[in-house]
């Protein structure tokens, strides 16, 4: 474990256009060594972070971390429309830009006790677990994936509560008191029923305040069926946008004067006309060439109206799983609206490098404060840790040889950074007269 002794340069560089959100400047101080500690730690959650710190007079003590990161009175609400403002200008003028809307499940098998955690089947493990449900929007470009927003999905038991109150309840009540406490198990029933929201509502929420700030003026959304909704793509197509969604193959849509499932139309155009689908060449976000088979008409579907319906194979024999893709650009061509689609990835991208990277799934603090602050500032930490330039040894084996940088050099660079710090802190402390010993009991205390 390397010992952290002061913030690195680069790190330091990034966390100042977020001075101000910071009464405080030794609260800020605090924030920039967790900042570190999410990128640099192997242990990434706070007792982790503060015990790789040197602690001098109090400074790198856990208690003194949590304080100032998680019960300070910095402007938590602020970070994430600030973090937008910084990223916007850094954005503009590097070509297309798509916003993607998704989520995600942040895993904590260990801690029940968390905001947002419930144990439930996970879809993807295949098994019970317990996790957070976390609604992410991110935006990215050929060269940047940066995330926008998180939110915590609080988790509905209503269905829980509900049978608790049939079970409890009684024909006659004999004194106020019992009346009165059933009264406000009822109100907290209904309470819970109002702050409970879908996560097609989060997502709503999240593209209203983004279309208010008005950050991302020409940016696109693309984002699945898992968020899709009438109200969104209504929200999207009223700021002068566009949005791009995969739908299930069992919609509607108005085919031959009769409503027919998607996937009954593509079945009866491969087998009755199959030329209708054309070959298409796609350049995709990631750079790479992939040729398509694909079919678009304009047409109706139910609840949405008029939209392009795009019927996507990736096979010449048409014998694959077809991809059923919608948008509101009634004047694209398939082509167009498939190289948008391949931009919606990039949440996939940085839910990994967020998991791995910076520490998303980390977090062992409990209440709805904390746990929010610490998606933000992992949030920050992703962005920052793509802004770091490339540094160490080259080779032709690895992507960066090629001009390509990748997570783990950038990684490697704010490591070099910290190690710089540390030798010369050992350095200092040798010039003072210290010995190996007294110094290793600094860095490490027995």
Known sequence: MLPLIAVPPTIAKQLAQYRQLFCRAAGFEQVSRYVTGLLLSA???????AAQWLSTEGIGSRRAMHAAVFEAGWNSSGLMPQHRSIIASQHRGQGRE???????????????????????????????????????ATIANRSLIDGIEVV???????????????MTAKPNYESLEQVRERL??????????????KRTEIAVEIVREIETEGQFSTTD?????GVLTRELTELIESSGKHGFSEIESSRNTLWNDQWQRVDAVERALRQEHPESFRPILVQCRNGETKQIWAF????????????????????????DAPRFLLTDALHWESGRVMQTWSYRWSCEVFHEVSKQMTGLESAQVRNQEAVNRHFRLSCVAQSILQRTPCSGARSERFQFAQGRQTTGQKLHTLTRQALEDLVQFILTQFTQGQTGTQILQILMPG
């Open 221 to 225: 959304y693309a984002f699945d069926n």
């Open 98 to 136: 798509v916003i993607s809307l998704d989520w995600t499940l942040a895993h904590h098998d260990w801690g029940k006790q968390i905001f947002g955690v419930k144990r439930s089947y996970d879809y993807v493990q295949h098994r019970m677990s317990c996790f957070q449900t976390v609604v992410t």
């Open 43 to 49: 242990n990434k959650t706070l007792q982790g972070v």
């Open 296 to 319: 678009t008409k304009v047409v109706r579907l139910k609840k949405f109206g008029r939209k392009r319906l795009v019927m996507v194979h990736e096979t010449e024999d048409l014998q």
């Open 184 to 197: 406000s198990e009822l109100l907290h029933y209904h309470k819970n029923r109002l702050q409970y929201r």
């Open 152 to 166: 915590v999905q609080l988790p509905d038991f209503s269905g829980a509560e509900r049978e608790y109150l049939k």
